[in-house]
């Protein structure tokens, strides 16, 4: 039983990473049986090789918790382990009745990310996790580590991030890192990006504050023709617009929205360079899809990027919140054709080791407890 707040259509990692491992697993023989959130009723859902239940997310908020607790309920019927990739809450719940083997996979800490959105800290993801907070904050954090600590094993993405898990309170001992996978077609479709300069700089992501798209227009508005597309969308957009517009570089900003997989990847592959400036990742998966297109990568020192980006070998990593030389590193890249080939090779390289198969394999024999790998060393 999989139990996850997105689904594809949405967009994002955890929608990616549970379509992916539930395919695998069920093409492996296994049931499965995925209870999600969703913007349209299950009928409108192509066949899938398991069982896919879907609450819609419009309904009021205690009949769809209530909605969702029940479904866990009755899909888990003969499952063997619940796999938690979000609504922690009733997930927790419904296991207190259930009382499967349980793991949660983590990829960041909502706590910090509910109390960013709406303006209840300014702290840093670092900070946050031992700076006082406001009572309602302090409240969100407890839960999230009570929730968290329950499992039998929690999955995280990067040995960064298990460090900071670990600081929850979750004994290191639960803690196991699986790497994501990238998945990219054998044909990709380069698209056009609408920018008339001479070099296309693109980034691909939520709009929201700690993803440092603010710096990174402001990065742009310092080199002149380059032009950056932004693919994504975000309660940030209106804001980052009306940056572009001061900086004098909106006509050298495409604001592209939310696009398909399919279209992030062909304009991902129509760029120069992909840029990630975020204060703070887990392990960035648009870095990992970037390295296996042969776009070379610019990313901020944040969180476990640092797990995927090898500075000088499979992109150019720079210090976080450092707008000058985010701006230098950009346009040595962009100048130096020689340099973008021996970026974009490597990480290819490196990047062809992130595999559905390993990834879904590492997943089932930890939901099956079958090892425990410390994450902190």
């Not at 922690?88 to 990310?113: C, F, M, P, T, Y």
């Not at 996978?181 to 479709?189: G, S």
């Not at 450092?322 to 962009?334: I, R, S």
């Not at 079958?370 to 902190?376: F, H, K, M, P, S």
């Amino acid at each position: 039983m999989i139990v996850t707040g997105i689904f594809p259509p949405d967009v994002g990692g955890p929608a990616t990473f549970v379509s992916r491992v539930a395919q695998a697993w069920s093409e492996q023989g296994h049931g499965v049986t995925v209870v999600t959130l969703a913007d349209a009723p299950e009928e409108s859902v192509e066949p899938l090789p398991f069982r896919l239940v879907r609450i819609l997310r419009r309904s009021p908020k205690l009949w769809r918790r209530l909605r969702t607790i029940l479904a866990i309920l009755g899909g888990a019927r003969g499952a063997d382990v619940l796999f938690i990739n979000g609504l922690a809450l009733e997930a927790n719940i419904a296991n207190s009745v259930l009382r499967l083997r349980q793991v949660h996979k983590v990829v960041g800490d909502k706590a910090w990310e509910m109390a960013v959105t709406t303006r209840e800290t300014s702290d840093s993801f670092e900070d946050f996790q031992r700076a006082p907070q406001t009572a309602s904050v302090d409240r969100l954090r407890r839960l999230r580590s009570r929730w968290t600590c329950r499992a039998d094993a929690v999955i995280v993405p990067s040995r960064y991030l298990g460090r900071i898990v670990a600081g929850w309170g979750v004994p290191e001992e639960r803690l196991i890192v699986v790497y994501n996978a990238v998945q990219i077609p054998d044909e990709v479709e380069v698209l056009r990006i609408p920018l008339y300069t001479s070099s296309k700089v693109i980034s691909v992501g939520r709009l929201v504050p700690w993803k440092g798209l603010a710096g990174l227009i402001r990065a742009v508005a310092k080199l002149p023709d380059v032009g950056l597309a932004i693919v994504g969308d975000g309660l940030e957009r209106e804001r980052l617009e009306r940056l572009a517009r001061d900086q004098g570089c909106a006509d050298r900003i495409w604001f592209a929205g939310l696009r398909d997989h399919v279209e992030a990847l062909g304009l991902m592959a129509a760029a120069d360079l992909f840029v990630l400036n975020s204060t703070y990742e887990g392990l960035p998966h648009a870095v990992l899809e970037a390295q296996a297109l042969r776009t070379p990568v610019v990313a901020s020192d944040a969180g476990g990027t640092a797990e995927a980006v090898f500075d000088g070998e499979t992109g150019r990593l720079v210090p976080v919140n450092d707008e000058e030389t985010l701006a230098t590193a950009m346009m040595e890249v962009l100048r130096d054709a020689a340099l973008r080939h021996r970026l974009a090779g490597r990480a290819r390289e490196h990047v062809s080791r992130f595999t559905l198969e390993r990834m879904a394999d590492e997943t089932l024999t930890v939901l099956r407890g079958d090892t425990q790998r410390e994450v902190t060393k």
